[in-house]
């Protein structure tokens, strides 16, 4: 395999010593055996080896939610495999210089949006985030911080959760999750309505304070419904989490009417 595609064996980052080791555990899995000057100046054979028992999927995403990892933590759960979390830690003011230098940068009020949304692991809250890494990306990642992710990636492997028995303690701690769940896809479906919601107030001509007041409005509407779901209910009555998707469609219709009267008055 790695001898057919020689375009990968060049990092597109001068001296990346993290994308040499994956070369390095590549190579022994192509049945090829790498230098003994490699072995020793990248990655130990013995230590590379380990990451060669099991596939290591990586999910690169923001996960911001707790529920969001917590559902695949769950799948970790069901098939027996290891799980573990490293959160990239660092300040705002220094994401938004480094996005400013991107090719394509994203608008500063999404990195802020998701600075003020982002939820690190806790795992004194919750025990499923027991393997968990914070490592802070001010600077360069260190050598030492490489090593510890190595560590937690072993004994993640070593140590998968277990399917848990039918109890009543874990039923309610999945019901919890599963009420985020609903609260955040949710939320994202409401953003939907308000943007365009906004977007048509602009369109009318609308004055910057009438701007100010309807954003005002449909921010305290939205926050409302969505702590409503959080108690497991909606406007007095009570959901079900098992229709998610319903439940989700019928807050968005609900949302939207009142939107609708909002705007009307407006």
């Known amino acids: 395999m790695l001898n057919k595609t020689p375009h990968a064996l060049c990092s597109p980052i001068e001296d990346d010593v993290i994308w040499k080791?994956?070369?390095?555990?590549?190579?022994?899995?192509?049945?090829?055996?790498?230098?003994?000057?490699?072995?020793?100046?990248i990655l130990p054979d013995s230590?590379?080896?380990?990451?060669?028992?099991?596939?290591?999927?990586?999910l690169d995403d923001n996960f911001y939610y707790p529920s969001m990892r917590y559902e695949v933590f769950q799948l970790a759960r069901k098939y027996c495999?290891?799980?573990?979390?490293?959160?990239?830690?660092?300040?705002?003011?220094?994401?938004?210089?480094?996005?400013?230098?991107?090719?394509?940068p994203l608008p500063d009020d999404v990195i802020i949006a998701m600075s003020n949304r982002i939820e690190s692991p806790n795992p004194n809250k919750n025990s499923w985030e027991k393997n968990s890494?914070?490592?802070?990306?001010?600077?360069?990642?260190?050598?030492?911080?490489?090593?510890?992710?190595?560590?937690?990636?072993?004994?993640?492997?070593?140590n998968p959760p277990l399917p848990h028995e039918d109890d009543a303690g874990q039923k309610e701690a999945d019901r919890i999750c599963c009420a985020s769940s609903l609260v955040h896809q949710t939320d994202r479906a409401l953003r939907h309505v308000v943007s365009q919601a906004m977007k048509t107030?602009?369109?009318?001509?609308?004055?910057?304070?009438?701007?100010r007041s309807l954003a005002e409005q449909l921010h305290k509407l939205k926050e409302s419904l969505l702590d409503d779901l959080r108690?497991?209910?909606?406007?007095?009555?009570?959901?079900?989490?098992?229709?998610?998707?319903?439940?989700?469609?019928?807050?968005?219709?609900?949302?939207?009417?009142?939107?609708?009267?909002?705007?009307?008055?407006?």
């Open 133 to 158: 890494l914070v490592v802070t990306t001010m600077d360069f990642i260190k050598d030492k911080d490489i090593n510890t992710i190595m560590a937690l990636f072993e004994n993640a492997m070593n």
């Open 201 to 211: 107030a602009k369109g009318n001509q609308a004055s910057s304070r009438n701007l």
């Open 81 to 104: 495999l290891g799980f573990c979390q490293i959160h990239l830690d660092c300040p705002l003011e220094l994401c938004l210089r480094r996005n400013r230098h991107r090719a394509t």
């Open 21 to 41: 080791r994956f070369m390095c555990c590549l190579k022994h899995e192509d049945g090829q055996s790498p230098s003994a000057s490699i072995n020793s100046e």
């Open 231 to 266: 108690h497991g209910h909606l406007r007095g009555r009570g959901v079900n989490l098992r229709s998610m998707d319903e439940v989700v469609i019928e807050a968005t219709d609900m949302f939207e009417r009142e939107t609708m009267n909002i705007v009307s008055r407006d």
């Open 47 to 58: 230590l590379c080896m380990q990451f060669l028992r099991a596939p290591l999927v990586v």
